[in-house]
């Protein structure tokens, strides 16, 4: 749980709290070796994570005109992963090789439950009643019903390395890598096109 007056007035400027309850679990294998008169270390390896919870959010600011809620917004992620890293001695105490590449699936979900309590962004941007999510509710901003996403990333590294003598080594390296995304959890108006005025998803 955090709550922090980060507005510097003497009255209710910006007050964002929010609190979590939330559960992890996190299995890790691996396979750890060295080939070929101990040239070749290498290591085999898969990953699973899961992480689920809810979360309370509230964005109190402007001297409490906008006040932004979110209770129970629920989240769920699992995460799956195989992976290998190779260190290859191609020439004995001179020329070495890394080799490594990494598989990972996500599957994320999350339902949001966001409103904004006095409607600030709704009347100053006097929006019709069809484009929030819920037409009889003005005051829920959040898109309606969970929300998913799906990962699927191949990262690599490449890297060589050359021992001049027993004290200097040059190296190069190159690698890729990879972070999930989610979503957008603070909003003060409803998400929806300008144009059409079509209700859109909830921003990722």
């Known amino acids: 749980a955090f709550g922090v007056d980060i507005g510097g007035a003497p009255f209710s400027a910006l007050n964002p709290t929010f609190a ?22 290498y290591v085999l390896g898969g990953y699973f994570f899961h992480e689920y919870g809810s979360h309370d959010d509230g964005v109190p600011f402007t001297g409490g005109l906008i006040q932004i809620w979110s209770p129970n917004a629920n989240y769920d ?4 992963a195989l992976y290998t890293h190779n260190n290859i001695n191609i020439v004995p105490d001179k020329v070495g090789i890394t080799l490594g590449a990494r598989y990972t699936h996500e599957d994320k979900s999350f339902t949001g439950a966001q409103s904004d309590e006095n409607n600030f962004g709704g009347k100053l941007l006097g929006l019709p009643s069809f484009v929030y999510p819920d037409p009889s509710n003005l005051y829920r901003v959040y898109p309606l019903g969970k929300n998913y996403l799906k990962f699927n990333n191949f990262s690599f590294r490449v890297g060589a390395e050359y021992h001049v ?12 890598a ?9 909003l003060t108006a409803p998400n929806f096109n300008p144009v059409t005025f079509q209700v859109l998803p909830a921003p990722t």
């Open 20 to 41: 979590d309850r939330e559960n992890q679990l996190s299995e890790e294998l691996q396979l750890i070796g060295k080939a070929f008169d101990q040239r070749w270390k």
């Open 77 to 80: 992620t699992k995460s799956y």
């Open 165 to 176: 003598n027993r004290r200097v080594m040059a190296y190069a390296s190159y690698a890729t």
């Open 178 to 186: 990879f972070k999930g995304g989610g979503w957008t959890t603070r």
